[in-house]
């Protein structure tokens, strides 16, 4: 595979990463998960760090890009989709519970939805990496 369809593949999907996040969490259900805030104080940033925020989508979708390109060697938006729900929802959770075991940011009901949203976040995000990475092939196959 080219670098340039791959590199292409991360930047797509961390693109729609933000998007997808900025639609999810801070518009449809910023009520909810405010409302489901631990106990701890002064950890919600105001404003968000949007720099940080974009690299950490960007990170998510290289990983993704990584799974789906090199290990998996999927391509498609189906197969995409599926991989990056799936991953989405194992990471949210490992990383929720965990941090539940340790600090009080988010009350349970938050964390164990969590997974749910980012299982339809990553798997948005995992099928315009597949998207991407299955363009040109037919073309190639030619």
Sequence with gaps: M???RFWAAALAGGVTLFIAGFLLWGMALSGFFEAHLGSATGVVKEPVDMVHLALGQIIWAVLLTVVMAKWAGVSGFGPGMKIGAIMGFLMSLSVGLTQFSMANLLDLTAVLTDPFVSAVWSGLGG?????VLGSGKEEAAA
Excluded at 127 to 131: A, E, K, S, T
């Design 2 to 4: 080219p670098q340039g």
């Design 127 to 131: 099928g315009v990496v597949g998207l």
